[in-house]
């Protein structure tokens, strides 16, 4: 079965930017919404973003829309995490997460596969 695997993950400035890639193996993401979840220390793991599998609708939580952008590529097998003006409460290990024939919930119990996260750190 397919399986995640982040990348992209490091220390950056407030205000900068980094780009997350979830990459599958053994398959494609076809069929799949993904989404993108985070956990930052002593938190609860919360959504941050999805695109959908049929249409390929995105939604945000609140307080990343007109920063974060999620997107895939052509041939299915990543998706990205486009994260601008970085601010230190985005400070999270990031996971992606695949849920067969999903819309992009917020749920993350719908989602059955995830990725083993990868920290980002936003200084002040």
Do not use: H
């Not at 990348?7 to 993108?36: E, H, I, N």
């Not at 695109?51 to 995105?58: K, L, P």
């Not at 895939?72 to 097998?77: F, G, L, V």
């Amino acid at each position: 079965q397919v399986q995640l695997a982040e990348s992209g993950g490091g220390l950056v400035q407030a205000g900068g930017s980094l780009r997350l890639s979830c990459a599958a193996s053994g398959g494609t993401f076809t069929g799949y919404a993904v989404g993108w979840f985070r956990q930052g220390p002593g938190k609860e793991r919360e959504f941050v973003a999805a695109i959908s599998w049929a249409g390929g609708r995105t939604s945000y939580r609140d307080s990343v829309k007109g920063r974060f952008t999620i997107s895939r590529d052509n041939a299915k097998t990543t998706v990205y995490l486009q994260m601008n003006i970085l601010k230190p409460e985005d400070t999270a290990v990031y996971f992606c997460a695949g849920d067969l024939y999903g819309s992009g919930s917020s749920d993350p119990s719908l989602y059955r596969i995830w990725g083993q996260g990868t920290q980002v750190a936003v200084s002040s």
